[in-house]
Nanobody, 122 residues
Framework: QVQLVESGGGLVQPGGSLRLSCAASGSIFSIYAMGWYRQAPGKQRELVATISFSAVAEYAESVKGRFTISRDNAKNTVYLQMNSLKPEDTAVYYC????????????????WGRGTQVTVSS
């Protein structure tokens, strides 16, 4: 069983910064990609950023230049540094781990965290 646990959310003023962390635990051999998605009230869940095992990162247009994703493969942990936050960044942020293998050659699965609330408001 694999679990993802997010931390670092909270309330911040516009223009402020937050750093989210997500640690994957359990029996893990490899994780192809890790990422962050968000869902605002009344909206669909959307991609924020993803990063591959080899550190190739992709970002939503709305966060380019403001957010930075990184990962520590040895710790199975992904981070999201969020700067210049705007009220429209308010959402529940979910961690994602894609193509997780528990053994060499085993089937791969996708996992989600429970989410952490980020609120940007004055």
């Amino acid at each position: 069983q694999v679990q993802l646990v997010e931390s670092g959310g909270g309330l911040v003023q516009p223009g402020g910064s937050l750093r989210l962390s997500c640690a994957a635990s359990g029996s893990i051999f490899s994780i192809y990609a890790m990422g962050w998605y968000r869902q605002a009230p009344g909206k669909q869940r959307e991609l924020v950023a993803t990063i591959s095992f080899s550190a190739v990162a992709e970002y939503a247009e709305s966060v380019k230049g403001r957010f930075t994703i990184s990962r520590d493969n040895a710790k199975n942990t992904v981070y999201l540094q969020m700067n210049s936050l705007k009220p429209e960044d308010t959402a529940v942020y979910y961690c994602n781990a894609d193509r997780v293998r528990q053994r060499l050659g085993s089937a791969s699965y996708e996992y989600w965290g429970r989410g952490t609330q980020v609120t940007v408001s004055s």
